[in-house]
């Protein structure tokens, strides 16, 4: 285990029906910023739930250093048929905050959102780009140590995406780690520290984000690159 690894994962497997989605995966995560690539079917979302713990592995082993809180955000939020402010307040009240206290910090999580003025509106009317916004705020209010996003902006429009960037930036720079997952390049550039390219279900390169984009050292991530540029 590297000494500043902040999760270590070694042979981290996951069968489904003879399938192996995940194929024995050996990984430290030491960057505060890590993006997850590779094509389609590669096993993008299946590891980062592994790593949330909502999937079991078959086998392998995921070796915290110590213990973080984390919160994930997945490509379509699933609102509570209430407002806003009260999707936020649920969550902080699952993990066990005092009432006062969760309407002023679901409140705030909305306002640094830019949702401040439309918190009493009902979620599920909102935009797709302002449901995914409560989603980040009802992670951003927990202030977890760890924020897990699984291809956040995948159904907004650009500018949408551009504010969902916007904010993840933003908790990023409040010292919490973020590891996700885009099918936009120019996001994970922008985001990145370090990108993690997965090919059918194997972790083959693990490399600095400008390095990747510039000198991919495996063939599979030259030709995702290749595809994926226009
Ligand atoms: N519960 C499951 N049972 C069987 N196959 C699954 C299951 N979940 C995902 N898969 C398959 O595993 C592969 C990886 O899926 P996924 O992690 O969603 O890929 P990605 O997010 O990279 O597109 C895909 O081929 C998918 O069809
Ligand atoms: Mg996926």
């Not at 000494?3 to 960057?31: F, Q």
């Not at 609102?79 to 993990?95: D, F, I, Q």
């Not at 935009?127 to 140590?145: K, M, T």
């Not at 010292?175 to 090919?199: P, V």
Request: charged fraction near 20%; charge should be neutral.
């Amino acid at each position: 285990m590297g000494v500043s690894a902040w999760l270590s994962i070694a042979d981290l497997g996951l069968t489904e029906g003879g399938t192996r989605i995940i194929d024995a995966a050996t990984l430290d995560l030491c960057a505060q910023r890590s993006v997850v690539l590779g094509p389609n079917g590669a096993g993008k979302s299946t590891l980062l739930r592994l790593i949330h713990g909502l999937l079991h592995p078959s086998g392998g082993r995921l070796d915290w250093p110590r213990p973080l809180s984390q919160a994930m955000v997945f490509q379509r939020p699933i609102m509570l048929r209430t407002t806003a402010l009260a999707n936020v307040e649920y969550g902080l009240k699952l993990k066990g905050h005092a009432a006062p206290e969760r309407g002023r910090r679901a409140a705030e999580a909305l306002a640094r959102v830019g949702l401040g003025n439309i918190s009493h509106r009902p979620a599920r009317l909102l935009s797709g780009g302002e449901q995914q916004r409560v989603a980040l705020a009802r992670a951003w209010a927990l202030e977890p140590e760890l924020l897990i996003l699984d291809e956040p902006t995948a159904s907004l429009d650009p500018a949408s995406s551009r504010e969902v960037e916007r904010i993840i930036n933003e908790i990023a720079a409040g010292g919490t780690r973020i590891l996700m997952t885009t099918h936009n390049l120019g996001q994970a550039k922008r985001i990145a520290e370090e990108i993690i390219f997965i090919d059918r279900g194997r972790i083959v390169e693990q490399t600095a984000v400008a390095q990747f984009f510039t000198l991919p050292q495996t063939e599979a991530a030259q030709r995702f690159l290749q595809e994926e540029t226009p």
